[in-house]
């Protein structure tokens, strides 16, 4: 099945202790992006990759970290959380990142730092 | 950077009945994509119909229809024959053809009643 997955589901964690979000997807999709949701705000885009080695800032990249060493995993990396990251987080791919195409999303971190 | 505007935070509707969620858009641009989204409890994010600025035409898929008015930069969603599987969180979106990233709105809360 075509899919977009993100580890762990839900996570607590406390201020200062580095996480990683992992976000892998299966159908080959050059582009991948990572999103957060707030209540009141909607989804800000965090950073998108356009394909390996190629990654970019997008509306809200403070605080954030990503790498992309293969196609199809993105991991979303906080080095030194803060409570202001608690948050929904959603990973997202198309195939090569054209506005056109779907957007694959996956089913969402919820984050909280404590 | 594009602005999305939804105005209503919350909308109520009877089932059977018909409900237009509103959104309107701030661009210079004149190539560009909409879209709404659906997002239920599961956090899920659906994709309900999406616009291309350069089609006139209306989209529609099943229940769900948009008014498009590219002058007026406004995109409503129009659901027909509402279902209590229609309550969700509905995002508004945009996205340039040449940019990297979906502009969403803040969302408005559906409700559905019996």
């Known amino acids: 099945e075509a899919q977009v997955t993100q580890n762990p589901r839900y996570l607590i964690t406390v201020t200062g202790k580095k996480l990683t979000v992992t976000c892998s997807q299966n159908m080959n999709h050059e582009y991948m992006s990572w999103y957060r949701q707030d209540p009141g705000l909607g989804l800000r885009q965090i950073y998108y990759s356009m394909n390996v080695e190629v990654t970019d800032k997008g509306d809200v990249p403070e605080g954030y970290k990503v790498s992309r060493k293969e196609k199809r995993n993105f991991p979303l990396i906080l080095e030194s959380p803060s409570p202001n990251q608690t948050s929904l987080y959603f990973c997202a791919s198309n195939p090569s990142g054209r506005a056109d195409e779907k957007l694959f999303f996956g089913s969402g971190t919820q984050l909280s730092v404590l | 950077a594009q602005t999305v505007t939804q105005s209503q935070p919350e909308m109520s509707v009877q089932e059977a009945e018909t409900v237009t969620l509103s959104c309107t858009y701030d661009?210079?641009?004149?190539?560009?994509?909409l879209f709404w989204y659906k997002q239920p409890p599961s956090r899920q994010m659906i994709l309900v119909i999406r616009?291309?600025?350069?089609?006139?035409q209306n989209a529609t898929e099943n229940r769900f229809s948009v008014n498009f008015q590219k002058a007026a930069k406004s995109f409503s969603l129009k659901i027909s024959d509402s279902q209590l599987g229609d309550a969700a969180m509905y995002f508004c979106a945009y996205r340039s053809r040449s940019g990297y990233a979906l502009n969403f709105g803040k969302g408005t809360s559906l409700l559905v009643t019996p």
């Open positions: 616009q291309e600025a350069y089609k006139q």
């Open positions: 661009t210079s641009e004149s190539d560009y994509y």
